[in-house]
Nanobody
Framework: QVQLVESGGGLVQAGGSLRLSCADSGRTFSVYAMGWFRQAPGKEREFVAAISGTGRTTRYADSVKGRFTISRDNGKNTMYLQMDSLKPEDTAVYSC?????????????WGQGTQVTVSS
């Protein structure tokens, strides 16, 4: 069973950094493609970044390219999102998602989310 738990959110000043984590309690984490999404108040949920099961393939939204880095440690069943040069427009609830088919984009499990607030 897939259970995703995010952590690492918080309040940071513009230009600062945060690292989000997404941990899974299952046994087949390395098979899953994983992704990060975010949703700001009054806006639709948007894609942030994705990573394949092996970690060799990554994808980013244009709005975060060059500032955010997605990675994973399959030995720890954990995915990360390193967020640098944060901007106030990055403020949102960030959620992780898992694709048990291993295909990026076909997410079938979601975490509860963690709040990221960037002050100007």
């Amino acid at each position: 069973q897939v259970q995703l738990v995010e952590s690492g959110g918080g309040l940071v000043q513009a230009g600062g950094s945060l690292r989000l984590s997404c941990a899974d309690s299952g046994r087949t984490f390395s098979v899953y493609a994983m992704g990060w999404f975010r949703q700001a108040p009054g806006k639709e949920r948007e894609f942030v970044a994705a990573i394949s099961g092996t970690g060799r393939t990554t994808r980013y939204a244009d709005s975060v390219k060059g500032r955010f880095t997605i990675s994973r440690d399959n030995g720890k069943n954990t995915m990360y999102l390193q967020m640098d040069s944060l901007k106030p427009e990055d403020t949102a609830v960030y959620s992780c998602a898992a694709s048990t088919s291993g295909i990026i984009g076909e997410y079938d499990y979601w975490g509860q989310g963690t709040q990221v607030t960037v002050s100007s």
